[in-house]
């Protein structure tokens, strides 16, 4: 296998000091203003609050939640993680969803949760298994980007966790609304035939000390791209100065009075010499920010203990203590391959034949490891379908080689993540349509004849979610209350569902 290194494609990339408002304007960043770094202060970094239920309720479903992320936190613009506090009422339930641009990692704060996700079996892609567990206060479960989870109290308390993301935009998918609430919506036929169900049921509507959890000791965190740390202060407890060199930290106060600061160099040629300190006094409830490789520092300047817990958006972020920084050189060991020495490549290690026979069987072409990118040809026969589905770590372009196609993919409402907007198509001969990275999406040939697509993926392994077999072929099946509270059926649909996708 030949490793190929870019700057970024073992890690996000450098940060930049783009902060969100609506002054200074310099650079437009994510779909956000950003304003002259030397006019940045402590507070674009600082938000205060989560030790507060959210002001978002979903009555529905028996929940809320208390968001943390670039619209009301600037200094998040860029640097990829974000937060949010979700508290649950009894048998309150955060249906089934996803976050597509982002991995998930939730701690109990109090009360009992039982929380899975869904994996695609790696043979069989209409087929998925259940990753699942019943959670307690202190415990920490990891869900991989883009795959289908749910969170659901099946306590008699109520309940309260706290979610980290890898991303400072995780977006939020509610996969029973985006499929039946999508406007204008999807054509019976797409439905019917994607989820094995007669028309009728297609009607359906949709009213909608030192605790470290990173990879060492916590395995399904290997790729993902986050940890978590709880970290306990005596009186005057001190983390001095030091970086983490691949990754941004995020702390939140849970007791206690902290002083936490990092050091800026400032874009100024003559000064190139001098930083500038961001510092804040933290309060149970606060949150801030510390950008990925700033050299920073932790101080309980309270009288009595501290407790906080600090998120990264990277499974090994690194701890490098000033001035103690040690060099390390290993053989590359990269998403489970060893790297070959780039001496010894030949041509045929970036070569592969039999893209041109139908239904060429998958081969796994660990050549494009690092590469970030993969490519499909697909046969439809007439009417032929491929259902509902996601790549939950790539975006898709195709391009029709052959045949009529009608083809789109499902975006939530920015206004109202339970409502969703389709984008479709018919595309033919020639034309080329995206589906972006960890959306719903479907193929359909609605011609008479066959037909044959080109696909290209920026990712070397792009996932490949179905829905309707993910959420009703799993094994062990996903408990009634779930998918009936989810979709609104009774319990003998669920059933029925199920036995035609088991």
């Known amino acids: 296998m030949i490793c190929v290194f870019t700057e970024s494609c073992l890690e996000r990339d450098a940060h930049h000091l783009a902060i969100c408002e609506s002054v200074g304007i310099i650079l437009f960043v994510n779909g956000k203003f950003c304003k002259d770094p030397n006019l940045a202060k402590v507070d674009d970094f600082f938000t205060s609050g989560l030790n507060e239920s959210g ?4 009555q529905m479903y028996g929940y809320s939640v208390h968001i943390v ?18 508290d649950f ?56 980007q883009g795959l ?106 849970l007791e206690g009075t902290i002083y936490a600061g990092f050091l800026l160099l400032l874009p100024n040629e003559e000064n190139i010499y001098k930083s500038r300190l961001f510092a804040k006094i933290l309060n149970p409830g606060d949150v801030f920010v510390i950008p990925q490789g700033l050299i920073h520092f932790v101080y309980n300047v309270g009288s009595t203990n501290a407790t906080l817990f600090a998120s990264f958006n990277s499974q090994s972020p690194g701890f490098i203590l000033i001035p103690d920084i040690i060099f390390a050189s290993v053989k590359v060991f990269v998403n489970g391959k060893f790297c070959k020495d780039p001496k010894l490549a030949t041509a045929d290690d970036f070569f592969v034949t039999g893209l041109n026979v139908s239904g060429n069987p998958y081969q796994d072409w660990d050549r494009l490891n690092t590469l970030g990118i993969s490519l499909i040809c697909i046969d439809f026969a ?36 339970l409502k969703t907007k389709s984008f479709t198509k018919i595309l033919n001969k020639g034309d080329v349509f995206v589906f972006p990275q960890g959306l719903i999406h479907f193929q359909y040939n609605v011609g008479d004849t066959n037909a044959i697509v080109f696909g290209a993926l920026n990712s070397q392994n792009a996932g490949l979610i179905v829905v309707g077999s993910e959420l009703f072929g799993t094994n062990p099946p996903l408990v009634d209350d779930v998918l009936s509270k989810a979709f609104q059926l009774d319990k003998k649909m669920v059933k029925q569902l199920q036995g035609l996708f088991s």
Request: hydrophobic residues 40%; contains cysteine; glycine residues 8%.
């Open 69 to 86: 992320d670039v619209n009301n936190m600037p200094g998040l613009n860029t640097l990829g993680i974000s937060i949010i506090r979700a």
């Open 148 to 253: 289908i989870h749910f969170q659901y109290n099946v306590g008699h308390t109520n309940a309260t966790i706290l979610a980290t993301y890898n991303s400072q935009n995780p977006g939020f998918t509610m996969i029973p609304n985006i499929i039946f609430a999508s406007d204008p919506p999807i054509i019976d036929d797409a439905l019917a035939k994607g989820f094995n169900i007669s028309g009728e049921v297609v009607d359906i509507k949709i009213w909608l000390c030192y605790k470290n959890c990173g990879i060492n000791n916590m395995p399904g965190l290997n790729t993902l791209g986050i940890s978590i740390i709880c970290v306990d202060f005596e009186p005057k407890g001190f983390i001095q100065f030091h970086v983490h060199p691949r990754a941004t930290e995020m702390i939140h106060i």
């Open 89 to 144: 009422e009894p048998k309150g339930l955060i249906p089934l969803h996803t976050h597509s641009r982002a991995t998930e990692l939730i701690t109990i704060l109090e009360g009992t949760l039982y929380a899975g996700f869904l994996l695609p079996y790696e043979n069989n892609f209409f087929k998925s298994r259940l990753f699942s567990k019943i959670l307690n206060p202190g415990d920490v479960f990891v869900i991989p």
């Open 382 to 417: 007439p009417y032929g379908l491929i259902p509902p589905h996601t790549h939950p770590r790539g975006t898709e372009i195709i391009v029709v080689l052959e045949g009529t196609l009608y083809v789109g993919f499902l975006a939530p409402d920015t206004s109202n993540p």
């Open 55 to 58: 002001k978002v309720v979903r």
